[in-house]
């Protein structure tokens, strides 16, 4: 076969690794011929010749098969004159997190003979090929068969029983590990509980959507205590970040939708599930607290902290920056704008932890920055119908709120903490939509708020629900951080 007219380079591949195989089998047909003259003849130097002339011939083929290339343009950077890219991270991601489990594989009986001569094969002691490998424990379940010992005194006077294990209830059938796997998969992992029902089923596990919600909900009663303490401890910060999101009715999609609402503060995340995103669910939300809310510039914010002397509005840059970014399509002055806000949060970056380096700078260099973007948005303020005049539009308008920061360094630039927290009930709205009940809607807010508030403290989610469910009955509200103590 002529291939120097071919120019299909996965083509000329394939043969390529044909003609290796090919290769490479003549050269273990030849060298076991080569043994066999040697012994046949005695004479080594014949056996040498013969290896050397395999060794010439099989470079010569490799030289010819390298010398075939198609013709057309350059398919390569290096041919091409492009900077190659800079290469990926490669070699075997780490796992420190995993256990690990030393395996020794041998070979039966049946396989222990030599395959040249034919005697038995033995062990080469602390000789072996070692490797890693990732493997999977799938997940079983068990019906356990609990026996609570009795025990009685000489007097008669008593008889006492053994503790039993966590459940999810009291009396219930199912374990408190069983119930908490089920809200996990629901709330952290966005599984529905249909479609547990049927993973379930596949592992001999017979049950209901209906008692799934049960088993969740049982122990949801019990964390509403931690779940409470949580947004007390929020509501404590002088600077909180609040947003919200629709949450889809089950019961009646004709009705307007429940608003999820997250408030956030340094290290929490609390999360509440109400009928409306009105003014006086803001209030009732917030009622008592005193400080900064950063948030976006609904009107109803406005309208909650109207008459409240106590409350104060901060904006959010991320907003503003966004706004930019879209009509940046179409207005390339947008730029300006773009890169006037990203030398504000650059400046922050500098103080990194330090709020008294922060205050300083906010005072003095973001101050400048901000006169610089403000003279800008004046002069961009009368394009009211096209995209870049909106936005500038949108950003004189809070200005207050949006340079409130630089008075309290406290004050975040953008609110994107509380959005994050609120990322999660989103991909899980979009799995299983919402709640069928009012009941639902607490039930959903309570684990929200203690696993999302335990993931920002680095804590195994299914470990903090457990062992905070034990402390409720205890009348304890366990924290997530206080398990890191």
């Not at 000489?154 to 809200?183: E, I, N, Q």
């Not at 919600?213 to 401890?233: C, E, N, V």
């Not at 929490?268 to 950063?294: C, M, N, P, Q, W």
């Not at 929200?448 to 009348?475: C, S």
Request: one cysteine or more; proline letters at 6%; charged letters at 25%.
């Amino acid at each position: 076969m002529d291939l120097r007219g071919e120019k299909d380079i996965e083509h000329l591949r394939r043969i390529a690794l044909v003609q290796q195989t090919q290769i490479q089998h003549l050269m273990k047909v030849l060298a076991a011929q080569s043994k066999e003259l040697e012994s046949l003849k005695g004479n080594p130097e014949e056996l040498q010749q013969t290896l050397a002339l395999l060794e010439a011939l099989t470079k010569k083929a490799e030289a010819e098969a390298s010398a075939v290339r198609p013709e057309g343009p350059p398919t390569s950077t290096a041919d091409s004159g492009e900077r190659p890219k800079p290469r990926a991270k490669t070699g075997p991601t780490e796992q420190p997190k995993l256990p690990v489990a030393p395996a020794l594989f041998e070979l039966p009986p049946t396989e222990c003979a030599c395959p040249s001569c034919g005697g038995e094969l033995k062990p080469m002691v602390g000789q072996s090929e070692d490797s890693e490998m990732i493997d999977v424990v799938e997940v079983s379940y068990r019906l356990v068969h609990v026996q609570r010992q009795k025990y009685v005194c000489r007097c008669g006077g008593a008889v006492v029983t053994a503790r039993g294990p966590d459940r999810a209830a009291p009396g219930s059938r199912y374990s408190l590990a069983f119930a908490m796997k089920v809200a996990l998969d629901k709330y952290l992992d966005h599984l529905p509980l249909a479609r547990q029902e049927r993973i379930l089923r596949r592992h001999g596990v017979e049950i209901t959507t209906q008692t799934l919600f049960g088993l969740i909900d049982a122990p949801a009663k019990r964390l509403q205590l931690p779940s409470d303490a949580l947004l007390r401890h929020a509501l404590s910060s002088g600077v909180i970040g609040l947003d919200q999101t629709s949450w889809m009715r089950l019961d009646d999609r004709d009705k307007n939708p429940w608003q999820m609402w997250c408030i956030t503060a340094p290290g929490v995340v609390a999360h509440r599930i109400r009928a409306d995103k009105s003014a006086d669910t803001f209030r009732e939300l917030l009622e008592g607290y005193r400080g900064t809310i950063v948030c976006d510039a609904a009107k109803t914010h406005e309208a909650g902290v109207r008459g409240n002397d106590h409350l104060l509005l901060a904006g959010c840059w991320a907003h503003a920056f966004r706004k930019f970014e879209e009509a940046s399509a179409d207005h390339p002055t947008a730029a300006v704008a773009l890169d006037l806000i990203g030398k504000l949060y650059e400046v922050d970056a500098r103080a990194g932890d330090d709020l008294a380096l922060r205050a300083e700078l906010r005072r003095t260099e973001s101050t400048e920055i901000l006169a610089t973007l403000r003279t800008w948005l004046w002069a961009q303020a009368p394009l009211k119908s096209l995209s870049i005049g909106k936005a500038s539009g949108y950003v004189i308008a809070n200005w207050d709120r949006l340079t409130r920061f630089t008075t309290d360094a406290r004050i975040p630039l953008d609110n994107n903490a509380t959005e994050r927290a609120i990322r999660g009930p989103v991909v899980g709205r979009r799995n299983h939509f919402g709640s069928k009940s009012e009941r639902g809607t607490r039930v959903a807010a309570t684990y929200y708020t203690l696993i999302e508030t335990a993931k920002l403290h680095g804590v195994d989610p299914a470990t903090y629900l457990v062992e905070a469910a034990r402390a409720a009955d205890r009348g304890v509200a366990l924290l997530p951080w206080e398990l890191t103590r």
